[in-house]
């Protein structure tokens, strides 16, 4: 390899003369090196790196080159060019002027060697302890979470176009894994049909001659297949990833049922459709999922950033992102916390106060972070909306009487309730149902107050009695002023979302499945991390939030 396999302890002379006269007021890439010097070392990344041989190319400088692409939102190629043109660059990875640098191609391989070790977090940890060592990142203090959606590196198909093009993408892995298996088994005009991808021609308006197409598609998959698992077909045949995928987007998308040796196969209703949180929306990633919310909707990941929010003018350090996870598309928000806070225990970096959207916290939350981990969760949660609490008149929650040591509640009229059942709800988070007997609901006179059920009598589901006590603890304090103000702080992490999107390209991966898409995201925070240490070294103020012209006449008046 053209570079020596060492991080480059110290910029050379020569590099530190041209570029000192070429920036003589300094740039971010430069002041980075002057402040953290060489940053990553090489004995960190050993594990995923041989020995043996000769040297090869810096991993620590590698890491750098990584952040530094997501920090510019380069592509491969941008970077490498870089790394052999750029002065400042050579600067930050101390390298001589006229070293040659590597080819784009060396970027896949270490981000492969990473994923392959389990070494995907170990960039964002070694950075946050560095700085945690400097005073600029610590455990307590106030941080803040939220989340974004993140659209896959595919194309949007509807359903016949994906599993076309998902049959053809099986087929394609086939030919190059098994040639001759497939020469001596395809039918010749399979290349006919699938040959060229499916949004290479116009596919059939009529509906029937669509249901046909489909049926056609099905069949075929079917008949690839019971060949790929035949008795004679060599085993390792199956295990290719792409046979898998074909499988298992044939049991979701098709029944196929043979009666008397006639077969019949047809598309899969739309209730008979499996949950999206494994329903296949992608015939080239399958880890990716279709979501919907408030009205948009996506086929791809979530991102969720956390960050210290302190008033910079009193802790005296800026703001930085500590943890990311990264979740596919479908997973609710408040199912990753324990995660978040599980990512900041190890780092050292709990906060004494977290600041969460209603997405995030639960009554389960509210109760136990505060003693499990020291940390204060402020957070609104949603208020009491079915529809007797919304009625007018109606008979919500509030108005019934629980006595927990009995296991009982009463109703406004004074009726008490037969059955006390505990369980979990949809989320798994422990629930109690309690509901009055038929016989008492059904002679009352202001049954329409109460419920809508004709066979049942009423039904409330409560959470445990610590948990319902928060529950409405904070409901009470986020209707204050006092309350308010101190939640005003997590509006701040939109912005922090708003540099990701802007800065990075975090709005739409870059790379296919879900390990390579949170690699992504690590870097992504690493970024951030570096552009924001740059502005806080030259005294650059956080930006104030732009209120449009519109909005500003409202206030005034």
């Not at 949950?275 to 399958?286: E, G, Q």
């Not at 990941?301 to 003018?313: A, F, N, P, Q, R």
């Not at 079915?386 to 406004?412: D, E, H, L, M, Y």
């Amino acid at each position: 390899m053209s570079m020596q396999a060492d991080s480059g302890a110290d910029v050379p002379a020569g590099t530190r003369e041209v570029a000192q006269a070429a920036f003589p007021k300094g740039c971010l890439v430069m002041r980075i090196r002057d402040a953290l010097g060489p940053l990553f070392s090489d004995e960190e990344f050993r594990e995923a790196f041989g020995v043996r041989g000769r040297p090869g190319i810096s991993p620590g400088r590698l890491a750098l080159v990584s952040i530094l692409q997501f920090a510019e939102n380069l592509t491969d190629r941008q970077a490498a060019h870089a790394v052999r043109a750029r002065i400042d660059v050579k600067y930050l990875l101390g390298l001589e002027l006229t070293d040659p640098g590597f080819d784009h191609t060396v970027l896949t391989g270490f981000r492969d060697r990473l994923l392959a070790h389990g070494l995907e977090g170990r960039i964002l940890d070694l950075l946050l302890e560095r700085l945690a060592d400097m005073g600029l990142v610590a455990a307590g203090g106030r941080q803040r979470t939220d989340s974004t959606h993140v659209l896959a590196a595919v194309r949007t198909l509807n359903r016949l176009e994906f599993v076309g093009e998902r049959l053809r993408a099986a087929l394609e892995a086939l030919a190059a894994a098994a040639p001759d298996w497939m020469r001596a088994w395809m039918a010749p005009d399979w290349q006919d049909r699938y040959g060229t991808r499916v949004d290479a021609y116009r596919l059939p308006t009529d509906e029937q001659e669509r249901r046909e197409l489909a049926q056609q598609i099905a069949t075929d998959g079917y008949r690839l297949l019971e060949a790929a698992f035949a008795p004679t077909t060599p085993a390792w045949l199956r295990q290719v990833p792409a046979v898998g995928v074909l499988r298992t987007v044939w049991v979701q998308q098709f029944t196929r049922t043979v009666t008397e040796g006639a077969e019949e196969v047809a598309w899969r209703g739309k209730d008979d459709l499996p949950p999206s949180r494994v329903l296949i929306a992608s015939p080239y990633d399958p880890d990716a999922r279709y979501a919907k919310k408030r009205g948009s909707a996506w086929v791809g990941y979530k991102i969720h950033l956390s960050e210290s929010c302190d008033d910079v003018t009193e802790a005296r350090r800026p703001h930085l992102i500590t943890h990311v996870v990264t979740t596919d598309a479908t997973v609710n928000d408040a199912m990753v916390v324990d995660a978040v806070h599980g990512g900041l225990a190890d780092r050292k970096l709990l906060p004494a106060e977290h600041l969460l959207d209603a997405g995030y916290t639960s009554a389960e939350l509210l109760v136990t972070a505060p003693v499990a981990l020291g940390v204060s969760v402020v957070g609104p949660v949603r208020s009491n909306n079915t529809p007797q609490s919304v009625k007018k008149g109606g008979f919500g929650k509030a108005a019934f009487t629980i006595n927990w040591q009995a296991r009982q509640a009463t109703c406004p009229t004074g009726a008490t309730s037969r059955y006390w059942t505990q369980g979990v709800d949809s989320t798994g988070r422990e629930a109690i149902r309690i509901r009055f007997a038929t016989t008492t609901c059904a002679p009352c006179p202001v049954r329409d107050q109460c419920t809508r059920s004709i066979q049942y009598g009423r039904q409330l589901t409560v959470r445990p009695q610590d948990q319902d006590a928060m529950l409405e603890r904070v409901r009470a304090e986020q209707a204050t002023d006092e309350w308010k103000d101190r939640y005003a702080a997590r509006a701040g992490v939109e912005g922090t979302i708003h540099q990701a999107v802007t800065t990075t390209g975090a709005r739409r991966t870059r790379y296919v499945g879900l390990a390579k898409t949170h690699l992504a995201h690590v870097l992504t925070a690493a970024a951030i991390n570096l552009i924001r240490l740059d502005a806080w070294w030259n005294d650059t103020p956080l930006a104030r939030t732009r209120t449009s012209r519109l909005a500003a006449l409202a206030l005034a008046a």
